[in-house]
């Protein structure tokens, strides 16, 4: 990430990019092909039942066929995602039209095997291009998430946005130490719907529908699910940086005893003006009454009225009112011990409005 992509005062806290086995779930597709590609050339070249299979030259291609698409249809059904299903389709189809092309019908189990690891290689590679294209910058600031091999996507997220952390271990996580972090926005980006399947069924346009015979539905669920360049994938060390991303949503994340706080600060200041106005209106009664004891010396002979205090009750009350609030503060204080204690100003501005009194 270059530097001019930052913001102001933006520092990089941690770059990171998933775990070389945190695609495991690719790389198992390759790895099926593979060891199935080595057990059909077994069966139909080593093992007892080879000759089974040395009545038709197609047998040992159409028997990997038809399990490669069998576990392709299962894997799509579980993981609902059709696109397994089409690559292992396509896998199959680019066997049949080699050996077509080629007319390598007569070394089919040898060829199934050569071609199996070779497709399993590719699909290896391809997975590991992937992913290093994904990049996650964790600054001060915000989460930035990048990824995509031929198309380029990006997402960022501010601390402040983030609702919620969704985090995840596998086996595999737990052994390596690598993990998911999933931050969810406010307004729910992050989440998604994940469809349960009943009786291998497939739920279509909310209504049921049948495969295999075998009636079904679907009941859908909103949980947190996005894209690999949409989520902190697979990161390592999976515990060090979840800790560092919570705790800078939280320092971005006004707590109630903040906001208690500054709810007191509040009340503080309504409390000094009404001080200062009470201190100003008593001021301009003494004066008067410096004004009017005048004019009673001049007039001995009256019986001279006796002199009040000005506005007590009104400064008895404001008083009242600042030590029920620093007593407030002093409780809230208890339970947050880390916090540093409360200036003294309001309690001197106290005093000082006694003594002017």
């Known amino acids: 990430m270059e530097k001019k992509e930052l913001l102001k005062n933006e520092q990089i806290e941690r770059l990171l990019s998933p775990h070389p086995l945190s695609f495991m779930k690719l790389q198992a597709l390759s ?9 059909v050339w077994w069966l139909t070249k080593i093992s007892g039942y080879a000759g089974m ?15 490669l698409l069998l576990v392709g249809v299962v894997a799509w ?32 189990p040898l060829f199934i095997l050569v071609y199996s690891v070779a497709v399993s290689i590719v699909g290896f590679l391809i997975v590991e291009l992937y992913r290093r294209s994904h990049k996650y910058f964790i600054t001060n600031l915000r989460i930035i998430f990048k990824g995509g091999v031929l198309t380029k996507r990006e997402r960022t997220i501010r601390y402040e946005k983030i609702a919620d952390i969704d985090s995840r271990q596998g086996i595999l996580g737990q052994i390596f130490g690598f993990g998911t972090i999933i931050p969810i926005s406010e307004s729910g980006l992050g989440l998604g719907s994940d469809k349960s399947l009943a009786a291998g069924g497939v739920a279509i346009g909310g209504k049921r529908a049948k495969l295999f015979g075998f009636a079904g539905g679907g009941k859908e669920v909103q949980t947190p699910i996005a894209r690999s360049y949409y989520e902190l994938h697979g990161v390592y060390p999976y515990k060090d940086v979840k800790n560092l991303v919570e705790g800078l949503v939280q320092s971005h994340v006004s707590t109630p005893y903040q906001k208690e706080q500054v ?13 200062r106005d009470l201190l100003q209106n008593q001021v301009r ?9 005048q004019e009673e010396e001049e007039a001995p002979e009256e019986e001279q009225p006796q002199e009040e205090e000005a506005f007590p009750p009104e400064q008895v009350d404001i008083q009242k009112q600042m030590k029920d609030l620093l007593k407030k503060q002093r409780v809230v204080k208890a339970v947050e011990p880390e916090e540093e204690e409360p200036e003294e100003e309001e309690e001197q501005d106290s005093k000082e409005g006694k003594e002017v009194a």
């Open 31 to 39: 790895i099926f092909v593979i060891v199935w590609g080595i057990v």
């Open 53 to 67: 299979f040395s009545g038709n030259v197609w047998y040992p291609l159409i028997l990997w066929g038809l399990v």
């Open 77 to 108: 059904l579980i993981a609902i995602q059709l696109s397994i299903f089409l690559l292992y389709l396509a896998v199959f189809a680019g066997a049949v039209g080699l050996m077509f092309w080629q007319h390598w019908e007569p070394q089919a």
């Open 263 to 275: 709810e007191f600060s509040k009340q503080q200041v309504d409390i000094q003006k009404q001080m």
């Open 285 to 293: 009664g003494k004066t008067k009454a410096k004004g009017v004891r």
